[in-house]
Nanobody, 115 residues
Framework: QVQLVESGGGLVQPGGSLRLSCAAS????????MAWYRQAPGEQRELVAE???????NYADSVKGRFTIFRDSAKNMVYLQMNSLKPEDTAVYYC?????????WGQGTQVTVSS
């Protein structure tokens, strides 16, 4: 069974940084588009950033220039470096792996941006 395990969330002050990690197991990692989504209370889950198998990236307008997604295929890991965090970035962040006809999700990690 495919497993995606997120880590790195926590409480950070506005303007601070966090790096989220997602460890993928039981998956042909190099064949999947990896992505980070987030869901704030009362809101729909939204795409934050994604990285294709050829490492092309796509970002939500709200995080462009502040967040960076990257993947390490040797370790089956995907990361989300988040800088200049804002209170509106507060949400549960989910790792996603998307292949042909399949999509897998992690359990999520809470990110809270507050002073």
């Amino acid at each position: 069974q495919v497993q995606l395990v997120e880590s790195g969330g926590g409480l950070v002050q506005p303007g601070g940084s966090l790096r989220l990690s997602c460890a993928a197991s039981r998956i042909m990692f190099s064949r999947y588009v990896m992505a980070w989504y987030r869901q704030a209370p009362g809101e729909q889950r939204e795409l934050v950033a994604e990285i294709a198998t050829d490492r092309r990236t796509n970002y939500a307008d709200s995080v462009k220039g502040r967040f960076t997604i990257f993947r390490d295929s040797a370790k089956n890991m995907v990361y989300l470096q988040m800088n200049s965090l804002k209170p509106e970035d507060t949400a549960v962040y989910y790792c996603n792996a998307a292949g042909i006809g399949v999509s897998y999700w992690g359990q999520g990690t809470q990110v809270t941006v507050s002073s």
